[in-house]
T-cell receptor, first 114, second 110 residues
């Protein structure tokens, strides 16, 4: 059972380039989340989805877009990367609302923007 | 909206106890606790729902005071394996978001 898989695991971008991070889960979870993790700031919620075809903004959505065309996949896009987006990105999924079920995390994507 | 964790960091010797606190300015429906080892993904420890319920996981337990909008994680007789960063995540009634605090770094020394 793979759980939550993120690709790629590492990436270096130049300022202004675009890229897409892919998150795939095989647990038939309804809810999926994208977080970024920076030193001293914990896990900050970028965007989340409560089901196929739906997305919503989290705490730090600026500069990112997401799509949930298939239930098992949640894509995070950076249209024009900036050095401030250098971070470790984690995807997570849960059965339903995050209020009362555990979230399963992927292994993370380390992104550096130069 | 991010919950506030304290302390930011704590160093213990094996066998000592520790308490990590998590508080919110908004009314809480649930509190999640996760532990993250260096270079790894966060791993779920436990969830507490409103009602002041206390839960336990091995020698790690937690309480949730709904009225004070606070939760505390208790680590008893700490082991080297307890080292890592602990995050509390909070859920709010009627909401679908899971928002995490900045984390508490715990280091257990032999």
């Amino acid at each position: 059972n793979a759980g939550v898989t993120q690709t790629p695991k590492f990436r270096v971008l130049k300022t202004g380039q675009s890229m897409t991070l892919l998150c795939a889960q095989d647990m038939n979870h309804e809810y999926m989340y994208w977080y970024r993790q920076d030193p001293g700031m914990g896990l900050r919620l970028i965007h989340y989805s409560v089901g196929e075809g739906t997305t919503a903004k989290g705490e730090v959505p600026d500069g990112y877009n997401v799509s949930r065309l298939k239930k098992q996949n949640f894509l995070l896009g950076l249209e024009s990367a900036a050095p401030s987006q250098t971070s470790v990105y984690f995807c997570a999924s849960s059965v339903r609302t995050g209020e009362n079920t555990e979230a399963f995390f992927g292994q993370g994507t380390r992104l550096t923007v130069v | 909206q991010q919950p506030v964790q304290s302390p930011q960091a704590v160093i213990l010797r094996e066998g000592e106890d520790a308490v990590i606190n998590c508080s919110s300015s908004k009314a809480l429906y649930s509190v999640h606790w996760y532990r993250q080892k260096h270079g790894e993904a966060p791993v779920f420890l436990m969830i507490l729902l409103k009602g002041g319920e206390q839960k336990g996981h091995d020698k790690i337990s937690a309480s949730f005071n709904e009225k004070k909008q606070q939760s505390s994680l208790y680590l008893t007789a700490s082991q080297l394996s307890y080292s890592g960063t602990y995050f509390c995540g909070t859920g709010y009634s009627g909401g679908n978001k899971l928002v995490f605090g900045a984390g508490t770094i715990l280091r257990v020394k032999s």
